[in-house]
């Protein structure tokens, strides 16, 4: 099994700050990677896929990036509705698909 | 507009069976692989089973392999998850998703609890 630990657990920030969220995967994924927006008392929302493409609905400010083992989701300036969970999602060898224990973004 | 509607959670006492639905509208059912995933209260998520887009490929995680069963009706447009020998950590909210993830139901809770 592919284990994806999610960085921080928790990352305190302040609305208009940027925010760098770490995702890591015990073997090379290498780009299917998936991020999903989890808002208190909603059902997840795929946000981005392919390790950096936007899924839509989502503005410019979320950005992914990286391959293999290692990768990272940027909000470059957090927003009052962006305050959430993010969780990672490894499908590289599906059906043995897999998500990372999640990140959650508070108001700092 | 995709949408995807769970029914059936409720609370059932250890070692009991529910079946949970998910009715899909908005896009061609048929062709698609759909997901149950699930979601302890306060953790994260949890893969639970797929089915592909005619039914005759099934997985399941570990977890509930042998207790649970995926299926699909592509006449009714509805996905099931029979879940029986339920457990107190089966607790969670289950959702029904649809094949790569883009869309998710907005889940239907099941407590197993004496």
């Known amino acids: 099994e592919i284990v994806m630990t999610q960085s921080p657990a928790t990352l305190s920030v302040s609305p208009g700050e940027r925010a760098t969220l770490s995702c890591r995967a015990s073997?090379?994924?290498?780009?299917?990677l998936a991020w999903f927006q989890q808002r208190p008392g909603q059902a997840p929302r795929l946000l981005i896929f392919?390790?950096?493409t936007r899924a839509t609905g989502f503005p410019a400010r979320f950005s992914g990036s990286g391959s293999g083992t290692e990768f990272t989701l940027t909000i470059s300036s957090l927003q009052s509705e962006d305050f959430a969970v993010y969780y990672c999602?490894?499908?590289?060898?599906?059906?043995?698909?897999?998500f990372g224990g999640g990140t959650k973004v508070e108001i700092k | 507009e995709v949408q995807l509607v769970e029914s059936g959670g409720g609370l059932v006492q250890p070692g009991g069976s529910l079946r949970l639905s998910c009715s899909a509208s908005?896009?061609?059912?048929?062709?698609?692989?759909m997901h149950w995933v699930r979601q302890a209260p306060g953790k994260g998520l949890d893969y639970v089973s797929a089915?592909?887009?005619?039914?005759?490929?099934?997985y399941y995680a570990d977890s509930v392999k042998g207790r649970f069963t995926i299926s699909r009706d592509n006449s009714k447009n509805t996905l099931y998850l029979q879940m029986t020998s339920l457990r107190p950590e089966d607790t969670a909210v289950y959702y029904c998703?649809?094949?790569?993830?883009?869309?998710w139901g907005q889940g239907t809770r099941v407590t197993v609890s004496s």
């Open positions: 998703v649809k094949y790569n993830f883009d869309y």
């Open positions: 908005g896009f061609t059912f048929s062709n698609y692989r």
């Open positions: 089915i592909n887009s005619n039914g005759d490929s099934t």
């Open positions: 073997q090379s994924v290498s780009n299917n």
């Open positions: 392919a390790a950096s």
């Open positions: 999602q490894q499908y590289n060898r599906w059906p043995l698909l897999t």
